[in-house]
């Protein structure tokens, strides 16, 4: 994984072979002015991107301990309250903030690599 910057803002470029199926890469990534932890995951051949952030209350999903996801692996889940976030949308479907949405990131490819962007 490496980090540039460009006219539009820091990006991070991903090699694509190095992600399998529900394997889930952090990073941090300028956002809004702002160094944010994130992560990236791969699922069914396509990939998200999201701020580590729960909508609830401002904690890493994972609490530091490097899982995003829920037993089943179905959903994200922050594991401070249990708030489950659907993981190609990012929109919470239950907890205390459901309704809301992670911040999802751009990810597009380009050539071996995925440029993950806040725009
Ligand atoms: S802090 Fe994430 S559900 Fe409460």
């Known amino acids: 994984m490496s980090k540039s910057k ?3 803002g ?12 529900l394997q889930v890469r952090f ?14 995951i791969k699922r069914d051949e396509k990939f998200f991107s999201y701020v580590n952030e729960c909508k609830h209350l401002p904690v890493p999903l994972d609490l530091n301990a490097g899982s995003v996801l829920n037993g089943s692996q179905t959903s994200f889940q922050c594991h401070q309250h249990g708030a ?3 993981i ?9 903030c459901k309704g809301a949405s ?5 990810v597009r490819k380009s050539g071996k690599h995925l440029v ?3 725009e």
């Open 6 to 8: 460009n006219d539009k």
């Open 10 to 21: 820091a990006v991070v470029k991903v090699a694509e072979e190095l992600l399998d199926h």
């Open 27 to 40: 990073f941090q990534i300028q956002v809004d002015g702002k160094m944010c932890d994130a992560f990236l």
């Open 84 to 86: 489950l976030y659907d």
């Open 88 to 96: 190609e949308t990012g929109l919470c479907t239950d907890g205390p």
């Open 102 to 106: 992670l911040r999802k990131l751009q």
């Open 116 to 118: 993950i962007s806040a």
